[in-house]
């Protein structure tokens, strides 16, 4: 299965001069765990939630101030759209990346999470075990 098949296409950026307070609150809006951060239209970065929180707890003060390229992950690490789930999990295995950009030529056409790989290996094993998938 190509990454293509089980991606998120719908993904949220902003703009690397974004106060971090404004992409939290989007964030949390659309209950999201990360955010693809751009300059002029190209991936520059990407925060997660994890780097949110760990910003705040620093000093409130300055949270309120920070802009997402003073804490955003760069370079980042991306992948292909033809690339296959194995290529995915070994990635991810080998960077501790939990949350990963697919990139097609320079446009960013979805992202791909750990809970989408664990969501198409459930439903694989499903299927292999002969169990009845959106039956009543």
Do not use: C, W, Y
């Amino acid at each position: 299965m190509k990454v293509r098949d089980f991606m998120t296409a719908l993904i949220m950026t902003a703009e690397e001069d974004t106060l971090v307070v404004d992409a939290a609150k989007l964030m949390a809006a659309e209950d999201i765990g990360s955010l693809l951060i751009t300059k002029a239209d190209v991936l520059a970065g990407m925060i997660t939630r994890r780097e949110v929180i760990g910003a705040q707890l620093l000093s409130e003060e300055s949270f309120q101030s920070l802009r997402v390229e003073d804490i955003m992950t760069t370079p980042v690490v991306t992948i292909g759209p033809e690339a296959d789930i194995g290529q995915a999990i070994a990635l991810m295995n080998q960077t501790g990346k939990h949350h990963i950009p697919v990139i097609e030529g320079n446009d960013i056409i979805g992202l791909v999470a750990a809970t989408d790989i664990i969501r198409v290996l459930a439903t694989m094993k499903l299927i292999a075990d002969g169990a009845p998938l959106g039956e009543d």
